[in-house]
């Protein structure tokens, strides 16, 4: 009977341990935070003197960082995943989306969307996300952008092609949070999209003038 007794009361010893236990974790349960890219023009941009109509399609992205949690890089091969930091949406949609705004905003081009508006587009612009990770190998981790574009000619002709670029961008994140690592890759993303909105104004003038 006392033998009963004991085991009922060492059973309810480690019931009681445990679910306080749980009880301390579930207090504050660790919660998933959501980002979004944000890659803002300096400045007002100026007035409209291009006549190009551009269609952004669907961005690509390599399948190593095709997901919505962040991605660490630690080493030469090895990756780690951030189940609790992540994009809102899958980050190609992201990208996209700011890459459509800046674009549309640019004084060298008449439209620009992510889908055939009221005007036929004159150019498509194509674009695949090749590296999108923070890099951890260094004391001071830093975001890392790589994006190759394609301009096309639209409708398609025999040589479509008019610029073919990858731009990378490197930009150290400050201090080691996933709040400095997003404006890093803010940053990143708007050096990219300078560039590229001054390539790509270029090659549609060359284009125009033969």
């Known amino acids: 009977m006392n033998s009963n007794i004991s085991r009922i009361l060492v059973c309810m010893m480690i019931s009681g341990w445990l679910l306080t236990g749980c009880l301390r974790l579930g207090e504050r349960p660790a919660e998933r935070i959501s980002y979004v890219f944000t890659a803002e023009r300096p400045g007002k941009p100026g007035e ?79 674009g695949h996300i090749i590296d999108l990770y923070a890099d951890y190998r260094q004391e001071q981790p830093s975001a890392i952008l790589e994006i190759a574009f394609l301009l096309l000619e639209h409708p398609a002709v025999e040589n479509p092609v008019l610029l073919r670029r990858r731009y990378r961008s490197e930009i150290p994140a400050g201090h080691n949070s996933p709040d400095a690592l997003i404006k890093a890759w803010d940053c990143a993303l708007t050096r990219i999209l300078e560039n590229l909105e001054r390539d790509l104004i270029v090659a549609i003038e060359d284009h125009r003038r033969r």
């Open 48 to 126: 409209k003197s291009g006549s190009a109509v551009l269609q952004v399609t669907p961005m690509r992205i390599s399948p190593r960082f095709n997901s919505r949690s962040f991605v660490y890089r630690k080493g030469a091969s090895r990756y780690q995943t951030d189940y609790y930091h992540q994009f809102l949406i899958a980050p190609a949609s992201l990208i996209q989306e700011e890459v459509v705004h800046w674009l549309a905003a640019s004084p060298g081009l008449s439209m620009a969307g992510a889908s055939a508006g009221p005007l036929p587009p004159d150019y498509l612009l194509q």
